[in-house]
């Protein structure tokens, strides 16, 4: 079992940045992929970016690349979404989850997930 919690959302103006963390507890972070999710109102669940157990492979939707970092420290059982040059269609609740198989970006494919942190972009 793994518990997440995401801390980092915000308020933020087009063109800034946020910093999303998620926090993992339970045992063997580092034998799940870790994915970051992000869902509007009135739309399903989105993949974000995703990164394998080890950090070593990283995937990104097109829609952020260029712009977003994920990255993970399996000594502190976080990983950490790094948000810039944000738009207002970035606006969404954000999500962290966690896959016991190999990274994807199907959200069915996860087994745990965060409660969400809000993430609002003003034009």
């Known amino acids: 079992q793994v518990q997440l919690v995401e801390s980092g959302g915000g308020l933020v103006q087009a063109g800034g940045s946020l910093r999303l963390s998620c926090a993992a507890s339970?045992?063997?972070?580092?034998?799940?992929?870790m994915g970051w999710f992000c869902q509007a109102p009135g739309k399903e669940r989105e993949f974000v970016a995703g990164i394998s157990r080890s950090g070593a492979v990283t995937y990104y939707a097109d829609s952020v690349k260029g712009r977003f970092t994920i990255s993970r420290d399996n000594a502190k059982n976080t990983v950490t979404l790094q948000m810039n040059s944000l738009k207002p269609e970035d606006t969404a609740v954000y999500y962290c989850?966690?896959?016991?198989?190999?990274?994807?970006?199907?959200?069915?494919?996860?087994?745990?997930w965060g409660q969400g942190t809000q993430v609002t972009v003003s034009s």
């Open positions: 339970g045992r063997s972070f580092s034998t799940y992929a």
């Open positions: 989850a966690a896959d016991r198989g190999v990274l994807t970006a199907s959200p069915s494919e996860y087994d745990y």
